[in-house]
């Protein structure tokens, strides 16, 4: 991957309980977004961070930026069965996106 | 809403064969994107259009090429399939150059025996 890596690779959490994955990146970036990906379909866009930003919520979403060790981490609280996914972290890469390795989360009922 | 169209959905091919892929954007897009995704990895950016320019190159093989059509259709050529090529290949689209937020299509996979 051109932007690094995601950590963890795999994550199984039980329904209810919060997951937390993270994802560092190796240039400059003026946002980083974060996608999730059922199996076998298209990424969806789940929430952007500018650069300027240290942290950001959307519904059950919780997203934090550190510039200076290039990080950030998406928290997904209250899980639910149709959270299982991966979910990959996507920096701006000139005019393009480059996606990291990505997080497979499976929620258990 | 409208979403992004990706045609077909499956594909199978045998080694040495040629394949076309096709991408129809959300109305009123005017970049694409294609990206390839093999089993269990991210998707690998392989090139872009802006306003039926390229925009950007990615990791493409020689042995591919695309474009992008008046209508901003985009399609993507692959000759000479290797086993290699068997992939999940991306199509995604966004109002203009920004980088801020991509709609993807459901993918074409890609089969090569």
Redesign the interface.
């Known amino acids: 991957s051109q932007q690094g890596e995601e950590d963890p690779q795999a994550l199984s959490i039980q329904e209810g309980e919060n997951a937390t994955m993270n994802c560092s990146y190796k240039t400059s970036i003026n946002n980083l977004q974060w996608y999730r990906q059922n199996s076998g379909r298209g990424l969806v866009h789940l929430i952007l961070i500018r650069s300027n930003e240290r942290e950001k919520h959307s519904g059950r979403l919780r997203v934090t930026l550190d510039t200076s060790k290039k990080s950030s981490s998406l928290l997904i609280t209250a899980s639910r069965a149709a959270d299982t996914a991966s979910y990959f972290c996507a920096t701006d890469d000139d005019y393009k996106l480059s996606f990291g390795a990505g997080t497979t989360v499976t929620v258990r009922a | 809403a409208a979403g ?1 169209i990706q045609s077909p959905r499956h594909l199978i091919k045998e080694k040495r064969e040629t394949a076309t892929l096709k991408c129809y954007p959300i109305p009123r897009h005017d ?1 694409v ?1 294609w ?1 390839q995704q093999g089993p269990g ?5 392989l090139i ?1 259009f ?1 306003e039926k320019m390229q ?2 190159k ?1 990791s493409i093989p020689d042995r591919f090429s695309a474009q992008q059509f008046s209508d901003y259709h985009s399609e993507l050529n692959m000759s000479s399939l290797e086993l290699g090529d068997s992939a ?1 290949y ?1 199509c ?1 689209s966004s109002p203009g ?1 920004v ?9 074409t ?1 890609l089969s090569v025996l």
Request: hydrophobic share 30%.
């Open positions: 992004v970049t994107y990206y990895q991210d998707p690998q950016f872009s802006y925009s950007d990615g999940l991306f995604a150059r980088n801020e937020k991509l709609f993807f299509g459901s993918g996979q």
